[in-house]
């Protein structure tokens, strides 16, 4: 059994741009993209109302519904290469 997705609520900004550059970089449904969209437009118009672990929920209910097991791993894979850039 595949372990629980989870996300840090720290790394919320960089889950968002990895989950855009994922949904808009591939073929992903117009669906799954207007649903994002709507979570970044949220996020970034709203932070005071919508704190990073809020952000962080809606992001992994968001990856729940329209990404497969694969495409996380892949994605996670992503958050760390982005995660030592942004470190150095």
């Given at each position: 059994?595949?372990?629980?997705?989870?996300?840090?609520?720290?790394?919320?900004?960089?889950?968002?741009?990895?989950?855009?550059?994922?949904?808009?970089?591939?073929s992903?449904?117009?669906?799954?993209?207007?649903?994002?969209?709507?979570?970044?437009?949220?996020?970034?118009?709203?932070?005071?109302?919508?704190?990073?672990?809020?952000?962080?929920?809606l992001?992994?209910?968001?990856?729940?519904?329209?990404?497969?097991?694969?495409?996380?791993?892949?994605?996670?894979?992503?958050?760390?290469?982005?995660?030592?850039?942004?470190?150095?």
């Amino acid at each position: 059994m595949p372990r629980k997705r989870s996300m840090d609520a720290t790394e919320a900004p960089l889950w968002l741009a990895v989950l855009l550059d994922h949904a808009f970089g591939e073929s992903a449904s117009r669906r799954a993209q207007l649903d994002l969209l709507a979570i970044a437009h949220d996020v970034t118009a709203y932070p005071d109302d919508i704190p990073p672990h809020r952000a962080s929920a809606l992001m992994l209910d968001w990856s729940e519904r329209w990404l497969d097991a694969e495409e996380w791993q892949r994605l996670q894979a992503r958050l760390r290469q982005r995660r030592r850039r942004s470190r150095q």
